[in-house]
């Protein structure tokens, strides 16, 4: 019921930003925590970064530094803003939220992925 749409992703040269988002929508009380998630061509899908409703974040040591997690609860949108990206960023990148419906019981979803890619 719970659904993610993603939008942001796109082509930029190495050195360049973008800003995804991933937008919450459904009958929720609240996000708990949210993830966003990266997949390249034949590798295992990575967590890039976390956040709990509290702010707290964590980063791959891969993207400490150049990118940031955010969530905007009263929009119920989630952020990955990415500088200095680098060619090794190419992958698709989805969203994944856990929380808390607004009657009864917790849900957990996904995004439907946004490809971002980097030039070099």
């Known amino acids: 019921q719970v659904q993610l749409v993603e939008s942001g992703g796109g082509l930029v040269q190495a050195g360049g930003s973008l800003r995804l988002s991933c937008v919450v929508s459904g009958l929720i009380r609240s996000i708990d925590a949210a993830n966003w998630y990266r997949q390249a061509p034949g590798k295992q899908r990575e967590l890039v970064a976390t956040?709990?409703?509290?702010?707290?974040?964590n980063y791959a040591d891969s993207v400490k530094g150049r990118f940031t997690i955010s969530l905007e609860n009263a929009k119920n949108t989630l952020y990955l803003q990415m500088n200095s990206l680098k060619p090794e960023d190419t992958a698709v990148y989805s969203c994944?939220?856990?929380?808390?419906?607004?009657?009864?019981?917790?849900?957990?979803?996904w995004g439907q992925g946004t490809q971002v890619t980097v030039s070099s």
């Open positions: 994944n939220v856990q929380g808390r419906r607004l009657f009864a019981g917790n849900f957990a979803s």
């Open positions: 956040i709990t409703s509290g702010g707290i974040t």
